[in-house]
């Protein structure tokens, strides 16, 4: 079954500290995405990136970067120099590529706050 | 290219009534999904579509939840009898085949069942 899981429900920091957001998967396909969205206190899921399963290579995007690693099936996610607008619930999710509904299974989310 | 709508933003009923939300998914796309999220949870799907056809529903979409996709364009997802425990976000996104399964979000309609 496909699951993901995400075991920080809340993370509270200081602005400009880094922070590391954990996500752990579990599926039985060989071929998968894994995503991770934002979800700001307006409530609107922004996304942040995909990934599929034949790429592990890291990818880092300004203060963003994440680590795939498919020996522990981890997908992390660390924002540096977190800023008070880093403040939000972010999610991990994770879509099989059987089939053609492409449904994303969904972490509870890590509410991360940033405090001035 | 506004991206995915959704309407109403939110919607009040009384524990009984039908409501209906409308969802338009970015022009080009073929696939729209619905998710609902409570507070403090993830989204959980409830059904996809593929152009017109309703390809799969969740077993969370009970025989009050009908969903329709008419000319493979926008969508409506009716809940008929509103019960409290429907009370929640209801999320619309589309994707496209070539953009690797990154499906796009609307701002939800939040739905409060007093």
């Known amino acids: 079954a496909q699951k993901v899981t995400q075991a920080q429900t809340e993370i509270s920091v200081v602005e400009k500290e880094d922070v590391t957001l954990d996500c752990v998967y579990e599926t039985r396909d060989t071929t998968y995405y894994l995503f991770w969205y934002k979800q700001p206190p307006s409530g609107e899921l922004v996304f942040l990136i995909r990934?599929?399963?034949?790429d592990e290579q890291n990818e880092i995007s300004g203060r963003y970067s994440w680590n795939f690693q498919k020996s522990t099936s981890s997908f992390n996610f660390t924002i540096t120099a977190s800023q008070v607008v880093d403040s939000a619930v972010y999610f991990c999710a994770l879509s099989e590529n059987a089939g053609n509904n492409r449904k994303l299974i969904w972490g509870l989310g890590t509410s991360l706050a940033v405090n001035p | 290219d506004t991206g995915v709508s959704q309407n109403p933003r939110h919607k009040i009923t009384k524990r009984g009534q039908n409501v209906t939300f409308r969802c338009d998914p970015i022009?080009?796309?073929?696939?729209l999904y619905w998710y609902r999220q409570t507070l403090g949870q993830g989204p959980e799907f409830l059904t996809y579509f593929q152009n017109e056809a309703q390809l799969e529903k969740s077993r969370l979409l009970s025989d009050r939840f009908s969903a329709e996709r008419p000319k493979g364009s926008f969508s409506t997802l009716e809940i008929q009898r509103t019960e409290q425990g429907d009370s929640a976000m209801y999320l619309c996104a589309s994707s496209n085949l070539g953009t690797n399964n990154e499906q796009f979000f609307g701002p939800g309609t939040r739905l409060t069942v007093l």
């Open positions: 990934r599929n399963s034949f």
């Open positions: 022009s080009e796309h073929n696939r």
